[in-house]
């Protein structure tokens, strides 16, 4: 059901950046990042129409403003 929620915010560039940055921002909340986690993170970018260089900047983003 939350593939199909997502895939319908495909078009808004906007909100697919924040469900991305959300997703992210979980992922990275106890500090480790596992293989599942970062799989799960690829495929919901995916169905958002995000490239893999869109999801690292993501991640890059999210370790520098949020954990550091």
């Known amino acids: ?9 495909k078009g808004d560039a906007e909100q697919a950046a924040l469900v991305a940055a959300i997703c ?3 992922i990275h909340a106890d500090g480790v ?3 599942t986690e970062a799989a799960e993170l690829e495929e919901v ?8 260089e869109t999801v690292s900047a993501y991640e890059v983003d999210i ?3 949020v954990y550091d």
């Not at 199909?4 to 915010?9: L, W």
């Not at 970018?45 to 893999?52: E, F, I, R, S, V």
């Open 1 to 9: 059901k939350a593939r199909a929620v997502i895939g319908e915010i």
């Open 24 to 26: 992210a921002t979980i």
């Open 33 to 35: 990042v596992h293989e």
């Open 45 to 52: 970018c995916t169905l958002l129409g995000l490239d893999a």
């Open 63 to 65: 370790r520098d403003n």
